[in-house]
């Protein structure tokens, strides 16, 4: 359970615009691993693999290069695309952009019109992008150029590995990106490359890049060439480093959520027959059979969920319960879907991570001898906008899921027997965990109105140039507080699972719990004492939140 501990810590966006509940620091866990060893990669365009990205969110310390394929790939791509200008009219090359796209650029004003790029599109507004989501990026755009494709010359995406490897960290704002490639954050990161006054942070402490660098050891500025302002800022790399983010979290959330629901089973003494093999098998969703599995493994020994538990609370009225309600019985269809879009997201990422994302894109010539640029549309981030709305929903149905089964908790016969309102002590002087459930049910609203696709909202900009646009940076950035949420709700089941094992543990002796539900709620236990009689319950909840938060309630390895 304490694998992968402090990795969502690692990577929790500051400043989000959800009123999180503090979190306290939770003390390291026995046996907590040294610190991770250095991740070195060489980047060639076409192998960046998503554990490196993940080790990357986790807070590894990175030393990348470029391949040296790569950069011969690079350097050759660059002279075609020089030679090719000569009978081209290529945007961004010797055209300007956007509306002004038929304006053109002479040769002398190459160098000053990539500045002028940077510090025009470095117009975004609010809280940074956490640091190792931006040191991701940066990862994935040199990965994106070290393919050769846009004509930039290899010393470009060496510059930006020249931040990470140094650990110097962009100040990227969040919001000004549409998902038409995400001009503003990553013009922020093209003006820190520069060396000029934008902001970075280094070594805990931020100011301008054009002072910052040289204390990092890096030269203090940089050039960009004709044409090489224009990749930077193309493609949609931080809505994929974002998304990233977002699948660490919800796996590690997913999770935790199985490992609530088994908790919840065993405080109901929950019928073990909807998990049935042959059920799941018959349905062929695997990661509904994957879940049932698991589940299965985790309440495996349990006395609770038997004949006998169910009716020690009430020998003399007892009769069999038949079936428990819908929400119980269906729980590992409706968390299978939040695993399918999981999977299939990290399938799109990983094709991301290795794809050339800018706009134009230079090839050499089919026919005849040379490069040729090709302007198209692969900045687009519609597809990974529309999976990231795709997860929100997935997630706040989990959200749903884990608040109705809260609830469930609290009611003597929707518990079969826990006492009412899950209170210690005598019932009625004591009220117990009433509120604490309430928690959860004020913040599903709020998902749900935060679920809403954002990608169906576009709107044209730019004087009709850019007229479909994708918003998927407002879809990542809804997720990300969702996420933010689905914390809270998820911690409320736990505490109230284990809430209810409490109670009813000593009229079930001789009966064991599963090993995985005991250790879960053991975990817990380790940092929430038993609700006996009222008490200030804030303080539970957010250490309880800080729990899911970094992933110590996680019944399976870090993966």
Known sequence: MAAG???????????????????????????????????????????????????????????????DAARARMAQSRTGALAALSGQRVYGWNQALGPLKDRPLSPDEAEQFQRNVLRSHAAGVGPAFPDDVVRLALVLKANQLARGKTGVRPEVPQRLLSLVNAGVVPVMPQIGSLGTGDLQPQAAAGLAALGEDAPVRYRGEVGPASAMLPRAGLPASFTFEAGEALPIVSGSTVVAATLLHAVHRATMLADQAEGAFALFMEATRAERGSLDARTHRERHIPEEDAIATRLRAMVAGSGWMTEEGRRRLDPAGYTPRVQDAVSVRAAPHIMAG??????????????????????????????????????????????????????????????????????????????????????????????????????????????????????????????????????????????????????????????????????????????????????????????????????????????????????????????
Request: contains cysteine; aromatic residues 4%; neutral net charge.
């Open 5 to 67: 501990v402090g990795l969502l810590a690692a990577v929790c966006v500051p400043e989000r615009a959800v009123a999180v509940p503090a979190r306290p620091p939770l003390p390291a866990p026995v046996g907590a691993p040294a610190a991770a060893p250095v991740l070195n990669l060489v980047l060639d365009g076409g192998r960046f693999a998503l554990r490196d990205a993940f080790a990357i969110l986790a807070g590894r310390p990175v030393l990348a290069r470029v391949s």
């Open 338 to 559: 939040l695993r399918q879009v999981l999977a299939a997201t990290r399938r799109t990422l990983a094709r991301e991570a290795n794809s050339s994302t800018s706009n134009p894109l230079v090839f050499r010539r089919e026919r005849g001898p040379g490069y040729e640029f090709v302007m198209g549309g692969n900045w687009d981030g519609s597809i990974m906008g529309h999976l990231a709305d795709s997860l929100n929903a997935e997630i706040t149905d989990l959200g749903v899921l884990s608040q109705e089964l809260s609830g469930r908790l609290l009611s003597p016969r929707w518990s079969y027997g826990l006492p009412a309102n899950l209170a210690g002590g005598s019932v009625g002087l004591n009220s117990g965990m009433v509120q604490a459930q309430s928690v959860a049910a004020a913040v599903v609203p709020e998902m749900q109105v935060r679920a809403h696709p954002a990608g169906t909202l576009s709107r044209p900009v730019k004087d009709g140039q850019e007229d479909h646009n994708t918003m998927a940076m407002a879809s990542v950035r809804d997720l990300h507080e969702n996420l933010d949420r689905l914390e809270i709700v998820l911690a409320v089941q736990y505490l109230m699972a284990a809430q209810g094992i409490d109670l009813i543990a000593a009229r079930m002796t001789g009966l064991p719990l599963g090993t995985v539900t005991r250790a879960l709620r053991d975990e817990l236990r380790q940092y929430v004492a038993p609700l006996g009689d009222d008490r200030y319950l804030t303080p539970d909840l957010q250490r309880t939140i800080s729990l899911v938060h970094e992933g110590r309630l996680t019944p399976y390895p870090a993966r």
